[in-house]
Protein backbone atom coordinates (compact mmCIF):
# COMPACT_ATOMS: atom_id res chain seq x y z
CA UNK A 1 0.00 0.00 0.00
CA UNK A 2 1.49 3.15 -1.00
CA UNK A 3 1.30 6.07 1.53
CA UNK A 4 3.05 8.28 3.73
CA UNK A 5 3.49 7.98 7.61
CA UNK A 6 4.00 10.68 9.83
CA UNK A 7 5.38 11.01 13.35
CA UNK A 8 6.59 13.39 15.98
CA UNK A 9 3.55 15.42 16.83
CA UNK A 10 2.39 15.63 20.51
CA UNK A 11 1.51 18.03 23.18
CA UNK A 12 4.95 21.18 24.16
CA UNK A 13 4.24 24.19 25.70
CA UNK A 14 3.66 27.62 23.54
CA UNK A 15 7.72 28.32 23.19
CA UNK A 16 8.62 24.99 22.76
CA UNK A 17 10.10 22.40 19.95
CA UNK A 18 8.41 19.61 17.89
CA UNK A 19 9.84 17.59 14.66
CA UNK A 20 8.25 16.16 12.91
CA UNK A 21 9.11 13.36 10.50
CA UNK A 22 7.34 12.40 7.13
CA UNK A 23 8.58 8.67 5.94
CA UNK A 24 7.16 6.42 2.83
CA UNK A 25 5.23 3.23 2.71
CA UNK A 26 5.16 1.56 -0.31
CA UNK A 27 7.60 3.79 -2.62
CA UNK A 28 10.98 6.27 -2.62
CA UNK A 29 10.52 9.86 -1.62
CA UNK A 30 13.56 10.80 -3.33
CA UNK A 31 11.82 11.47 -6.46
CA UNK A 32 8.93 13.86 -5.06
CA UNK A 33 8.15 17.09 -3.54
CA UNK A 34 6.99 17.15 -0.11
CA UNK A 35 4.22 19.51 1.16
CA UNK A 36 3.43 19.67 4.90
CA UNK A 37 0.04 20.91 5.42
CA UNK A 38 -2.21 21.38 8.72
CA UNK A 39 -5.84 21.68 9.89
CA UNK A 40 -7.10 23.46 13.22
CA UNK A 41 -10.74 22.47 13.92
CA UNK A 42 -13.23 24.30 12.44
CA UNK A 43 -10.53 25.71 9.91
CA UNK A 44 -9.46 24.93 6.15
CA UNK A 45 -6.18 22.70 5.12
CA UNK A 46 -3.26 25.40 5.24
CA UNK A 47 -0.27 24.03 3.28
CA UNK A 48 2.45 25.18 5.95
CA UNK A 49 6.04 24.19 4.02
CA UNK A 50 7.37 22.34 0.99
CA UNK A 51 10.36 20.96 -0.12
CA UNK A 52 11.85 20.34 -3.96
CA UNK A 53 13.10 16.63 -4.43
CA UNK A 54 16.57 17.80 -4.32
CA UNK A 55 16.02 20.12 -1.41
CA UNK A 56 16.65 23.39 -3.91
CA UNK A 57 13.69 24.65 -3.09
CA UNK A 58 11.66 25.49 -0.17
CA UNK A 59 8.42 27.16 0.43
CA UNK A 60 6.56 28.41 3.84
CA UNK A 61 3.88 29.95 5.08
CA UNK A 62 3.78 33.35 6.25
CA UNK A 63 2.58 32.75 9.59
CA UNK A 64 5.11 29.92 10.02
CA UNK A 65 8.29 31.96 8.35
CA UNK A 66 11.56 32.08 10.38
CA UNK A 67 9.95 29.34 13.01
CA UNK A 68 9.50 26.09 10.39
CA UNK A 69 11.92 24.59 9.01
CA UNK A 70 11.82 22.06 6.13
CA UNK A 71 14.64 19.57 5.77
CA UNK A 72 15.18 16.13 3.85
CA UNK A 73 17.45 13.32 4.04
CA UNK A 74 17.19 11.48 0.95
CA UNK A 75 19.28 8.31 2.37
CA UNK A 76 17.09 7.81 5.15
CA UNK A 77 14.04 7.93 2.83
CA UNK A 78 12.38 10.87 5.21
CA UNK A 79 11.28 14.89 5.24
CA UNK A 80 10.87 16.57 8.46
CA UNK A 81 9.43 19.56 9.74
CA UNK A 82 11.57 21.43 12.61
CA UNK A 83 8.81 23.55 14.52
CA UNK A 84 10.66 25.98 16.73
CA UNK A 85 8.79 28.62 18.53
CA UNK A 86 5.66 27.26 18.66
CA UNK A 87 2.52 29.19 19.47
CA UNK A 88 -1.12 27.80 20.54
CA UNK A 89 -2.35 28.66 17.20
CA UNK A 90 0.05 26.39 15.95
CA UNK A 91 -2.52 23.94 16.89
CA UNK A 92 -3.41 21.44 14.53
CA UNK A 93 -3.41 17.91 12.84
CA UNK A 94 0.12 17.93 10.51
CA UNK A 95 -0.39 15.98 7.57
CA UNK A 96 2.38 15.47 5.16
CA UNK A 97 1.73 14.84 1.47
CA UNK A 98 3.20 14.64 -2.18
CA UNK A 99 3.24 18.07 -3.78
CA UNK A 100 2.88 18.32 -7.43
CA UNK A 101 5.37 21.04 -7.29
CA UNK A 102 7.25 23.18 -4.86
CA UNK A 103 8.34 26.82 -6.17
CA UNK A 104 9.56 29.63 -3.90
CA UNK A 105 6.01 31.16 -4.03
CA UNK A 106 3.69 28.20 -3.34
CA UNK A 107 3.04 24.50 -3.90
CA UNK A 108 0.33 22.01 -4.55
CA UNK A 109 -0.44 18.69 -3.10
CA UNK A 110 0.18 15.37 -5.19
CA UNK A 111 -1.86 12.05 -4.82
CA UNK A 112 -0.42 10.41 -1.73
CA UNK A 113 -1.30 11.65 1.99
CA UNK A 114 -0.89 10.07 5.60
CA UNK A 115 -3.14 9.97 8.14
CA UNK A 116 -1.37 12.89 10.13
CA UNK A 117 -0.17 13.80 13.55
CA UNK A 118 -1.32 15.90 16.21
CA UNK A 119 0.47 19.02 17.24
CA UNK A 120 -0.81 20.65 20.29
CA UNK A 121 0.31 23.77 21.95
CA UNK A 122 -0.72 24.98 25.40
CA UNK A 123 0.42 25.39 28.48
Known amino acids: QVQLVESGGGLVQPGGSLRLACAPS????????IGWFRQAPGKEREGVSCISNAAVTTHYADSVKGRFTISRDNAKNTVYLQMNSLKPEDTAVYYCATARYCRDYGFEAGDYWGQGTQVTVSS
Open 26 to 33: GFTLRYYA
